[in-house]
């Protein structure tokens, strides 16, 4: 709903993923995945249980995961077992879990349940999002099971998004003028975040379009030039950023420019370091969280007595 255009979002192949009403049977089980195209997940307890068992996307994790998901011994193999860490939460009605762009995870339902969730793409957890689709294309994953139109959601964000950051660049990439009243916006072309995650994009783009240009609808004729300004648009925020001490951001753009895609480029755990600026492992784990959970907010979601 951010860069998809409006003529195209009334379109009947627009993606719709963001909400579902799950109804899951006693003792029903979904083995370990990565939600389709590196998705973040939303999901809210209505009524039942469900244990949820997380595997954090680590570079050997995710290894570990696409040789386990090619295995023969898939279905009598438990994924926790071969990896460094696993661990599980148990949900209860109230209970509301977020799951991050491409973490590895399986439910299990105790009890019949109702659950509200949904799946969405976001501009913070690009390159996570590029490595779940690389797996998929690995692993010949079924289009049905892919998120739909997922090359063409990227094109969007790049084609729609530019005159944003060019904006950006024009008040001097100063944050304090309000050159948008979108805080959606505003936030990502101003999160070092994202820059440093927009290279591995472009990269692919370019892969996408040589492999598969049809899948952009002829737009692929214009993506090396869009590309090319995207690259001088971002180093120039980058030198911004510089200045206003992100030392690192000019340095890694430039690293970036200087690479050419390759199947094992996305997975290097010092990008993650690079991007969040630290050991991947703590990156992954440390915006865990447990919030308190008071019913009397939720009592909405419970039948009158």
């Known amino acids: 709903h951010t860069v998809w255009p409006l003529d195209a979002i009334a379109d009947v192949g627009f993606c719709k993923v963001e909400r579902y009403c799950l109804i899951g049977m006693a003792g029903s089980y979904t083995d370990f995945h990565v939600d389709f195209g590196g998705t973040s997940v939303w999901y809210h307890i209505v009524r039942g249980k469900k244990r949820f068992y997380l595997i954090p996307p680590t570079k050997n994790n995710l290894l570990a995961y696409e040789k386990w998901t090619c295995s023969a011994r898939q279905a009598t193999t438990f994924l926790g077992d071969l990896v460094d860490h696993c661990f599980y939460f148990d949900l209860t009605p109230g209970n509301t879990l977020i799951i991050p762009s491409g973490w590895i995870h399986s439910v299990y339902t105790p009890e019949e349940s109702i659950v509200f969730g949904g799946n969405f793409l976001n501009s913070y957890s690009i390159l996570a999002q590029l490595q779940a689709n690389a797996i998929e294309q690995r692993t010949k994953v079924s289009k049905a099971f ?17 005159s944003h950051f060019r904006a950006f660049v024009e008040v001097g990439c100063d944050a304090s003028v309000l050159w948008t009243d979108d805080d959606v916006i505003r936030h990502t072309v101003t999160s070092p975040f994202v820059l440093k995650q927009i290279p591995f994009l472009l990269l692919m783009m370019s892969r996408w379009v040589g492999a598969n240009g049809a899948a952009l609808e002829g737009s692929d004729s214009s993506v090396p030039q869009l590309i090319a300004e995207w690259w001088s648009v971002l180093e120039e925020i980058a030198t911004n950023f510089d200045l206003a001490g992100e030392t690192t951001v000019l340095a890694f753009l430039k690293v970036m420019r200087s690479k050419t895609y390759s199947d094992d480029l996305f997975f290097e755990e010092e990008w993650i370091s690079a991007i969040y600026n630290g050991p991947a492992f703590e990156v992954f784990m440390k915006n865990l969280e447990i919030l308190p959970f008071d019913a009397e907010e939720y009592n909405c979601w419970y039948e009158p007595a």
Not at 146 to 162: A, D, E, G, R, V
């Open 146 to 162: 892919t998120f739909p139109l997922f090359m063409k959601s990227h094109w969007y964000f790049l084609s729609q998004m530019i």
